[in-house]
């Protein structure tokens, strides 16, 4: 009963390094979500896939790629990274017929970039 | 595009009062859900609404979808401290499984 497994937990990276949030869900939902969460602003979409094979733009895209390996795991790139990145990052995952589930979050990763 | 403006934005309350905290969206929903999110943990969904109207409980947790079906209510009765975390309503329209968040209702509980 994993749900959505995000790692690491914690990363603390400097200006300019390269990192990738992984994140990987068991309940075999077709979409996945890559959200950043900042005091007072909620949740605020960077990437989604509707479907393995398939990726788009959310509201925040800048500065990130994604990658949907399979239908289980969906990552989340920084190529260089600034400190307006230091946040707080949750993967999430729904089905795609219906929003009565709405979706499943993992428990986040801290990011801090100096 | 869609937008959910939730209040309000905190609240400090007494343990035992009772708590209120609703969204309104600029735009028609059809499904309205409420998330709490624990400090250090990524939310957990509460309560589901489907309906226009509907009133739907979960413990001392009460939650209904407005009959314009543009605004939701969540209620917590007699409030203890383990109920202090940052609750999000979240919608979706006609034919979308895609959800809208509002910004979050932070909860602190004094004992």
């Known amino acids: 009963n994993a749900g959505v497994t995000q790692t690491p937990k914690f990363q603390v990276l400097k200006t300019g390094q390269s990192m990738t949030l992984q994140c990987a869900q068991d309940m075999n939902h077709n979409s996945m979500y890559w959200y950043r969460q900042d005091p007072g602003m909620g949740l605020r979409l960077i990437y989604y896939?509707?479907?393995?094979?398939?990726?788009d733009k959310g509201e925040v895209p800048n500065g990130y790629n994604v990658s949907r390996l399979n239908k289980r795991e969906f990552s989340l790139r920084l190529e260089s990274a600034a400190p307006s990145q230091t946040s707080v990052y949750f993967c999430?995952?729904?089905?795609?017929?219906?929003?009565?589930?709405?979706?499943?979050f993992g428990s986040g990763t801290r990011l801090t970039v100096v | 595009g869609q937008q959910l403006n939730q209040s309000p934005q905190s609240m400090f309350i007494q343990e035992g009062e009772d708590v209120s905290m609703n969204c309104t969206s600029s735009?028609?929903?059809?499904?309205w859900l409420w998330y709490k999110q624990d400090p250090g943990e990524g939310p957990v969904l509460l309560i589901a609404?489907?309906?226009?109207?509907e009133l739907t409980s979960n413990g001392r947790l009460t939650a209904q979808f407005g009959i314009t079906r543009k605004d939701s209510f969540l209620n917590i009765s007699a409030s203890i401290p383990s109920d202090v975390g940052i609750y999000f309503c979240?919608?979706?329209?006609?034919?979308?499984?895609?959800?809208?968040f509002g910004k979050g209702t932070k909860l602190s509980v004094i004992p």
């Open positions: 735009s028609i929903f059809n499904t």
């Open positions: 609404l489907y309906k226009a109207g």
């Open positions: 979240a919608g979706a329209g006609a034919g979308s499984y895609q959800l809208t």
């Open positions: 999430a995952s729904s089905e795609t017929t219906s929003s009565g589930n709405g979706y499943t």
């Open positions: 896939s509707a479907s393995e094979g398939t990726t």
